[in-house]
């Protein structure tokens, strides 16, 4: 029963009808949503609160159906629907003047265990967690509305109603529910109808939408389509036009118009304007001028606008590069002016195409493509969050803002910047989100240290500059030259090479990344050995830096499974060795459902430099020197336990194809019999552990081997298992945790 209600749809309406008194509200709706964030739009009294409010049992159907996960609501309770694991998000928002922001989720998050807690809602949105003992009557209109979404989130739901939820906000308060909802969507814990007014939010979070006109679902329309039809949303909100647009709506499915006469093209900012930031009533006073000119926007030509780059942002990778490739030179314009146009100018020489992006800190303005304002916008906080007095915390912010919104970007073809440390550390973590492959170049005076902290897991070149960069002279014109004209060769070499793939079919292997250290490349050897035919082996040293290189490809789309045997970097980031991984690890598994082999590789050792390196804490431990500059420490029995509940909860994450092996016979070549670190009670503390942490379905499973982890039995069961998960990744279901 539970397998037939898993594969039935999140929500299944059938013919609904609903009256208030004589008045036809719902008049046979049929809606189906399998799983996703789902968007129905329409003009004000066309039915659509009423769909949520009959769903959630507040107004009663006169006919028609309803099911929730296959089974049937029509008439139930609003009570009971919301025990079978539905929220809501009222139009209004509802909220209790008397209780505090943190009393308001304290309450909802007793209601169901889940992946949301009060912490997390509190990561996601800073601003509640600054205003957590402040009333419901005492929060802005963007915070009751953070609070209602949160409120509902915490009942950890299959199916989440929305009523409005961009109502009445602020432009950066819409953006920041528009990417949560499109990381709902992705994450895939939970279905989500949105019912919307603002065509932007609805399109951008949604693969399709719902049309609803008088009642009725009058088509179901492909977004991108919506959001390139302007006479299709003007005839839907009603705006500037009559009554009788209705009857041309429900005439029928939209028909293919003539493409409209080519406009000449804007330069530079275009203000937007909207007459009435909020919906008026009978009771509204006139809009301010003041209040239409804050919640004006600027749309800058040729930049990717931000409810359309939410949506590129979950598009497949080929059609976020759709148009013309575009080489970004970034960097503090303020400062590095004269130097970064320098390297603009012979990069719009060589025919690419070039954009000059400002991540100044100072709040002055700059003649460019993108300016320092505009990335501000992405930061959580908006501009205030950025432009401060203190310099350090305006630099992070500005980087995070400027990464969020890099990765909204769909047609970077390579990126080059110049400038100092302060330069560096801006750019740096943006450029560190771009997939590997796409050219990446830092000009600085940094570039001769440790570049570690820079570059990280990602292909990001580092050239020094010789000088510092500040001013144009003959040696930094030739450095600056040098790096430009490089970043043009690597751009037009890949875009040839692309090309060229284009044209060809069917070459190339899927690839596979596979995880291994020294006590762990015999078994890697026999298993890219059996699959070298069929796929291409990518090997990752497990040193800290290997793991995050080849899940950033995970992140990137540039793997097609993982065969992580060796999860060594998860002893050193627990107990402080020197190649840990961080605390994302498995994140690109989670994020991506690649399907997923694992093992518990060398999780019988802490890695340390030479011996006089070692904490003192650890000195009364049991050693092996690796080689004079690497130490191994033999992993305890308690911290086995501890690893052994790390993984697992996050193994409880991933939604793809999930086998995960244990070797009863050891999980390195030094934990074996007779081997130096052969201790039987800590490999079986660690499986147990696993064995009680993780939930284990049809689809993620925990296999035994009497064998150690370099037997070539061990070899062949990890292939065996990993075949048949390869050949059905493509068509596989998400199965509810």
């Not at 265990?113 to 205003?131: H, K, M, N, Q, S």
Request: aromatic content about 4%; some cysteine.
């Amino acid at each position: 029963m539970s397998d037939i209600r898993r594969a039935a749809p999140a929500l299944e309406v059938r013919g609904l009808d609903v009256y208030y008194g004589h008045s036809h509200a719902l008049q046979g709706v049929d809606l189906t949503l399998d799983s996703g964030v789902f968007s129905v739009v329409g003009r004000n009294g066309m039915g659509k609160t009423t769909l949520c409010k009959t769903i959630m049992g507040l107004v009663r159907a006169s006919g028609g159906s309803l099911r929730i996960r296959g089974e049937d609501v029509t008439h139930m309770s609003p009570a009971r629907i919301a025990r079978l694991g539905v929220g809501y998000v009222p139009q209004g928002r509802r909220l209790w003047r008397s209780l505090s922001v943190d009393e308001h989720l304290q309450l909802a998050g007793g209601m169901r265990r889940g992946p949301w807690t009060v912490e997390r809602i509190y990561d996601t949105f800073p601003r509640l967690a600054e205003r957590k003992e402040h009333g419901g009557s005492q929060l802005s209109g963007g915070e009751q509305q953070m609070l209602a979404i949160s409120r509902a989130l915490l009942t950890n739901p299959h199916l989440l109603i929305m009523d409005e939820p961009t109502e009445g906000l602020a432009p950066v308060i819409v953006a920041q529910v528009e990417e949560m909802l499109v990381r709902l969507g992705e994450d895939g814990d939970m279905s989500v109808l949105v019912i919307e007014q603002n065509i932007g939010v609805a399109t951008a979070i949604s693969k399709n939408v719902a049309i609803m006109v008088n009642g009725r679902i009058n088509r179901i329309i492909d977004s991108v389509r919506l959001a390139a039809d302007r006479g299709l949303q003007q005839r839907l909100l009603g705006v500037g036009l009559h009554g009788d647009v209705a009857a041309d709506i429900d005439a029928g499915p939209a028909k293919q118009e003539p493409d409209a006469a080519p406009q000449p093209a804007r330069k530079g900012p275009v203000r937007i304007y909207i007459s009435n930031p909020t919906p008026p009533t009978r009771w509204s006073q006139p809009t301010s001028i003041a209040r239409i000119e804050a919640a004006a926007r600027t749309h800058t030509a040729g930049v990717t606008r931000l409810e359309e780059s939410t949506r590129q942002r979950r598009e497949p990778a080929t059609a976020q590069t759709a148009g013309p490739p575009v080489v970004l030179v970034v960097g503090t314009l303020d400062t590095k002016g004269p130097e970064l146009r320098f390297i603009r100018d012979i990069i719009a020489a060589s025919g690419l195409r070039s954009r000059l992006v400002d991540v100044s800190t100072g709040g002055k303005q700059t003649t460019c493509d993108v300016s320092a304002q505009e990335i501000a916008l992405n930061h959580g906080r908006g501009g205030p969050g950025v432009f401060g007095a203190d310099r350090g915390a305006s630099v992070s912010a500005m980087a995070d803002a400027f990464a969020k919104w890099l990765r909204r970007q769909g047609n970077v073809a390579g990126i080059i910047s110049a400038g100092g440390s302060g330069g560096a550390s801006l750019v740096a973590p943006a450029m560190r989100t771009l997939p590997i492959g796409v050219p990446k170049i830092i000009i600085s005076s940094v570039a001769s240290g440790d570049v570690g902290p820079y570059v990280g897991p990602a292909d990001i070149m580092m050239m020094y500059s010789v000088t510092d960069v500040q001013g144009l002279n003959s040696i930094s014109r030739a450095v600056l030259s040098n790096g430009a004209n490089a970043l043009v060769g690597m751009v037009k070499a890949r875009l040839d090479e692309r090309g060229a793939r284009q044209r060809e079919t069917g070459s190339g292997l899927p690839a596979v990344g596979i995880t291994m250290f020294g006590v762990t490349t015999p078994a890697v050897q026999k298993i890219a050995a059996e699959l070298k035919d069929d796929f291409e082996c990518l090997v990752f040293h497990a040193t800290g830096v290997g793991g995050r290189s080849m899940e950033k490809l995970v992140d990137s789309g540039q793997l097609a499974a993982v065969i992580d045997l060796t999860t060594t970097e998860i002893c050193d980031l627990l107990m402080g060795g020197v190649f840990p991984a961080t605390d994302d690890r498995f994140g690109a598994i989670i994020r991506s459902r690649v399907p997923y082999v694992g093992s518990v590789g060398a999780l019988d050792m802490v890695n340390f430099g030479a011996p006089d390196t070692i904490p003192e804490r650890y000195r009364q431990r049991q050693f092996h020197v690796h080689n004079p500059q690497v130490t191994l420490m033999r992993t305890t029995v308690e911290e086995n336990e501890r690893m052994g509940h790390w993984i697992g909860e996050r193994l409880n994450q991933m939604d793809g194809p999930v086998r995960f092996f244990l070797p009863e016979g050891g999980v390195s070549a030094l934990d074996a019999a007779g081997q130096p670190f052969w201790d039987p009670d800590a490999d079986a503390t660690l499986f147990r552990a696993l064995e009680r942490t993780v939930r284990q379905t049809g689809n993620r499973q925990l296999i035994r081997i009497r064998r150690n982890i370099n037997d070539p039995e061990f070899a062949a069961a990890i292939v065996a298992a990993f075949r048949p998960l390869l050949g059905r990744a493509g068509g596989r279901r998400r199965v509810a945790r």
